[in-house]
């Protein structure tokens, strides 16, 4: 591997740096699941015995930095290269989740163009009790300029 | 074969699962904006998208990977997804027609464990959206 980015790697991995609340709202995630095409009644009906979001819902749940406040800046553009869910338990209208993210990966591709370094952000989602319900993370590559 | 599945007895190595077409119109994308977020131009308003450099504006990459639980809990009601990884190679436009297909790539009839491959194409047949699934299916 690279120095830089092992340099990265060393400096930053399964640090966390935020820490955000988030107030799960049974209708935005019953929303979620009808516009994306659920059917299942334990995703899109709120008076289900059952009622809970899709395991992809907390994809859509923004943290409030995506990259550690020192972290340097890498020259090139940021773009979003996909998004992963582990899911443990399931999520419930009106309970109060805690989202802490870490850097969970740092790897590169080198391609024709260039080489592109992958960030992987994890955001660790734990219940009022603590229990680990689920990680969703965010894969961003940023294409370095032909000059780097 | 029935097109929805009940227990992990019901699945084939290589099953393939029903094609599911998601709806990628406007006012759907809209709707997802107006709700659960991702309302910015690029994704609700053609013209803006074109301004900022797209062919149209753009389905958010988190209703894409919305649409791949979709299309498995369809086929599969009562599965449980643990885990789904979903890699954004290129833009799904909306108001474009796009299609789902997903083939079973391993079965653990011990465990009631499901491992699914899944693409997002448009219509000339192009990848957009890649994904990986692991789901639980009741062993009974």
Known sequence: METDIEELRSGFLNEEF?????????????????????????????????????????????????????????????????????????????????????????????????RMIFLVTRMELFDEEGVHVANADTRTVIRERPSE | MSDTVTTVGDVEFGTELPTFAPDTSLENVKRFG??????????????????????????????????????????????????????FRAPVLVDQPHQIVGVVTDVDEEAGSVEIDITITNEAEETRVFGTATIKLPTG
């Open chain 2, 34 to 87: 107006k709700f659960v977020g991702w309302g910015g131009p690029r994704f609700t308003d053609h013209e803006a998208a074109r301004k900022e450099g797209f062919p149209g504006a753009l389905v958010p990459g988190v209703m894409s990977q919305g649409f791949l639980g979709a299309m498995i809990h369809r086929w599969a009601p009562s599965a449980a997804i643990v885990a789904i990884d979903t890699v």
């Open chain 1, 18 to 114: 935020d820490e955000v609340a988030f107030d799960i709202d049974g209708q935005r995630f019953a929303e979620y699941a009808l516009s994306c095409g659920e059917q299942a009644p334990r995703f899109t009906d709120p008076a289900h015995a059952d009622f809970q979001a899709p395991p992809t819902f907390v994809s859509t749940l923004v943290g409030g930095r995506s990259l550690p406040v020192d972290f340097p800046r890498l020259g090139g553009v940021g773009m979003d290269a996909g998004k992963g869910v582990e899911w443990m338990a399931p999520i419930r209208a009106g309970v109060t989740l805690t989202g802490k993210s870490h850097l969970h990966d740092i790897y590169t591709k080198t391609g024709r163009s260039g």
